[in-house]
Nanobody
Framework: QVQLAESGGGLVQAGGSLRLSCAAS????????MGWYRQAPGRQRELVAR???????NYADSVKGRFTISRDNDKNTVFLQMNSLKPEDTAVYYC???????????????WGQGTQVTVAS
């Protein structure tokens, strides 16, 4: 079993910054893509940013220039640096990863439990 554990959420004033972390643990052979998603009340979960094991990133248009995703492959950890936060960034943020538990296993997606980010105006 592989688990993802997020941390770093909280309450911040508009214009402030937060850094989210997500660490994977368990039986891990490799994780190709790791990503951050968010879900605001009454809205669908949406992609925020993702990064593959080679470091290629992509971002939602709404966060480009403000958020930066990075990862530490040795520690199976992904980070999301969020700057210039806006009230509309308020949501539960989830990380996920495309995991292989062994060289011969299939890829499966694992989700974290989520961390609340609240941006006050």
């Amino acid at each position: 079993q592989v688990q993802l554990a997020e941390s770093g959420g909280g309450l911040v004033q508009a214009g402030g910054s937060l850094r989210l972390s997500c660490a994977a643990s368990g039986s891990i052979f490799s994780i190709n893509v790791m990503g951050w998603y968010r879900q605001a009340p009454g809205r669908q979960r949406e992609l925020v940013a993702r990064v593959n094991s080679g470091g290629t990133t992509n971002y939602a248009d709404s966060v480009k220039g403000r958020f930066t995703i990075s990862r530490d492959n040795d520690k199976n950890t992904v980070f999301l640096q969020m700057n210039s936060l806006k009230p509309e960034d308020t949501a539960v943020y989830y990380c996920n990863g495309d995991v292989k538990s062994s060289r011969w296993s299939s890829v499966y997606v694992v989700w974290g439990q989520g961390t609340q980010v609240t941006v006050a105006s």
